[in-house]
């Protein structure tokens, strides 16, 4: 089998090309994709070529970790059908290209243990499962702490306050220095951080995925307040230690998503009590896929660009 794909060559070296695409066995499905998002985190990344070195890493490699599609074959051992909806956190099926990520191409061939059944009334919005389950990620669980102040208000941070909210927390500040960025709040208050008088923070997440920010948030945190890195960061991690000395502050790193936590952000979804609505900005057809990587990555208007990827081969 053969699919069209999105191919990243090197840094800044990306296009449309064919790959043929691994045979599934009995415990995969084969996916036809509808809509593929494109991250401005490790994508963005990968494509500038910044991307620190991580394991199964290399070009040429097929980017996307975000795809929702229908299935249209199902092996033996597995609970799908055709014509289930999905969505698949990527897939490592292609012949000559890495699928570290592998979410970007018109057909996918899955394990399907990795994939999760999604209402098909989600449409686009399906794709953004897997970033509503990392927000989900970096909140719940044991000895976590839902935020009071929010860094960045693009579509992780979003989605932090959404889920801040939904959970029946008081609702969080979320700081933004873009006029743009800082409207489509729901529930909570966003505002730039020169406006923000307060310094008795207890739990801050930074979404903006710069290292920079980390050295302010010390001043505005409680003694023994704790500050989340939700972000993805190429530059290394740093700051001034006596302030966090006297602070005796609290540095956790939030990683991806895991199994349990895809499964209760679709619950969240599907209950209504989290909506993904708003978040997709843009969206361009895959045929124009190099100029929709190029504008989500260089756009300060887009928050989310997704590729639709219906009636291609």
């Known amino acids: 089998m053969q699919a069209t ?4 060559n090197g840094p800044n070296n990306l296009d449309l090309g064919a790959l043929t695409i691994t045979q599934p066995g009995p415990e995969d499905i084969v996916v036809r ?28 490699l097929v980017p996307g970790y975000e795809a929702a599609g229908e299935v249209v074959e199902a092996g033996r051992l597995t609970h799908f059908k055709p ?18 990520f592998g979410g ?4 996918l061939v899955s394990d399907a243990a990795r994939a999760t059944p999604v209402d098909a009334a989600l449409g686009a919005e399906g794709a953004l499962l897997a970033l509503a389950a990392t927000a989900r990620h970096a909140m719940a669980g044991p000895g976590k702490t839902v935020p009071d102040l929010i860094v960045g208000h693009g579509v ?9 909210v939904a959970a029946g927390a008081p609702a969080p500040t979320v700081w933004e220095l873009d006029a743009d960025r800082s409207k489509g709040a729901q529930g ?5 951080p020169d406006a923000d008088s307060r310094r008795d923070y207890t739990c801050v997440y930074d979404a903006s995925g ?44 939030a ?33 124009d896929a190099p100029k929709a990587y190029a504008d989500a990555f260089s756009d300060p208007a887009c928050l989310k660009m997704v590729l639709n990827w219906e009636g291609h081969a």
């Open 104 to 107: 970007a191409s018109s057909l």
């Open 156 to 164: 992780l941070g979003r989605l932090l306050a959404r889920l801040t």
């Open 188 to 192: 909570y208050e966003v505002i730039h």
């Open 83 to 100: 014509g289930d909806r999905v969505f698949v956190p990527g897939a490592n099926c292609f012949e000559g290209a890495a699928g570290l």
């Open 255 to 287: 990683a991806e998503w895991q199994r349990e936590d895809l499964i209760a952000t679709r619950s969240l979804v599907e209950s209504g009590a989290l909506s993904l609505g708003g978040l997709i900005t843009h969206t361009a057809a895959a045929a």
């Open 33 to 60: 994709t509808t809509h593929s998002g494109i991250s401005t985190g490790t994508e963005k990344l990968l494509y500038t070529g910044q991307m620190p070195p991580f394991p199964g890493l290399g070009y040429p």
């Open 210 to 253: 710069d290292a920079a920010v980390l050295a302010q948030l010390l001043g505005r945190i409680i003694k023994g307040g704790e500050i989340v890195l939700a972000g993805f960061y190429a530059a290394p991690i740093s700051f001034p230690f006596p302030p966090a000395f006297m602070k005796e502050m609290r540095l956790r790193v």
């Open 5 to 8: 794909a999105v191919i990243l």
